[in-house]
């Protein structure tokens, strides 16, 4: 296996020897567990953590290293490496960090294409598909929609679901498969592309795992059933983890999702309600909320059904969302900032108290 074949490329080798990282090793980033990481060269999987440097210049949890990543690297032990450097990253797919307000969370990095996969029976959801859709947009990565479990609808109930689909989402890929009976697996492979990095995203039990064991042909990834108890996906997948399959794809598998909480995605809401966007430059105010203002073009579309009322509600839902994400980072930051200045006035006056 070379660096290629793990998507390395001219852009990131022109960076190592800008930065004079060439007696460095480098290596892609596989797995993370707790600031512990597994790092993949061409050669080798390598136990690794980060040195102190790095670690205390690190101003937030994005800081760190990520699944998709790729970092110099030296070897201190048998496969044991430090993570000298990250390199600058191509994509991040990130959303909101559960329970934290105003942090985010990285899914991965230097990710081509996504895969939404979504279950035609219980998880069958299109608001949830243009949350994923908006977290893509808003990376700069390419989605494709996945509708899995198919066995378990007929033709007449499939055709209606990707009817829904494509009524609300427009020019975005949608596949069919079943996991059961392998049918589609066939023509989604022919989107895995030798080099190019695909991460799968979904909530729990929709058969991101499975699907990966399907596609490697391999049984790399555990997989589980649906509760019984409370017709929710258990968690089989714990972390994120990076995996290159037979035909040159490389994926990444990432836990369930229960929670796909928006960023400051301005641009992925701009990108995935398209539209309504578009019908926003007739309304009457510059800063229409589309809520209850008069002659406003996107309620008008609304009401004569030229937008559909879930995406509609939907679009409002993520971008209060995001404004309250927004929001809560400027509090931070002003507190941070705050603190700061108390802390030197406070060294200032200590000081001065000394004479």
């Known amino acids: ?117 979504q279950a035609v029976d219980r998880d069958f959801n299109i608001n949830r598909i243009e949350r994923y859709l908006a977290i893509c947009n808003t990376s700069n990565v390419r989605p494709i929609i996945i509708l899995n479990k198919i066995d378990l609808i007929n033709e007449i109930e499939l055709k209606e679901l990707i009817s829904q689909v494509q009524e609300r989402i427009k020019q975005v890929p949608i596949i069919a498969i079943s996991n059961e009976t392998q049918k589609g697996i066939e023509r989604l492979k022919e989107y895995l592309l030798k080099g190019k990095t695909y991460c799968l995203l979904g909530s729990s039990g929709v058969g991101k795992s499975t699907l990966l064991n399907n596609l490697s042909g391999k049984q790399l990834m555990k997989t589980n059933t649906i509760s019984t108890s409370t017709k929710k996906g258990r968690h089989v997948t714990s972390h994120r983890e990076l995996l290159v399959l037979e035909n040159g794809g490389i994926l990444i598998d990432n836990p369930g999702m229960r929670e796909v909480g928006i960023v400051d995605s301005t641009s992925g809401l701009e990108r995935t309600f398209e539209t309504i966007i578009e019908l926003s430059k007739d309304c009457k105010f510059m800063d229409c909320t589309h809520t209850t203002e008069i002659d406003c073009a996107v309620l008008a579309a609304v009401s004569k059904g030229e937008i559909d009322p879930n995406s509609y509600e939907n679009y409002l839902k993520m971008e209060k969302e995001k404004e309250y994400f927004e929001s809560t980072v400027a509090e931070k930051r002003k507190k941070d900032k705050d603190l700061g200045k108390m802390i030197k006035h406070f060294k200032k006056t200590r000081k001065s108290n000394k004479y």
């Not at 990131?12 to 993370?32: A, H």
């Not at 050669?43 to 440097?53: D, F, R, T």
């Open 1 to 117: 296996m070379t660096l290629e074949d793990l998507g390395y490329n001219i852009d990131l080798e022109n960076y190592r020897k800008d930065q004079n990282l060439d007696s460095f090793e480098v290596g892609r980033v596989i797995s993370e567990h707790k600031e512990r990481y597994v790092v993949k060269t061409s050669e080798n999987e390598y136990n690794a953590e980060i040195i102190g440097n790095l670690r205390f210049s690190a101003h937030e949890r994005s800081d760190f290293p990520a699944v998709g990543d790729w970092v110099a690297i030296t070897e201190y032990d048998e496969d044991k490496v430090l993570i000298h450097s990250v390199f600058p990253r191509k994509t991040i797919v990130e959303r909101q960090s559960v329970g934290k307000q105003g942090e985010k969370q990285i899914i991965a990095t230097n990710i081509d294409f996504a895969f939404i996969v």
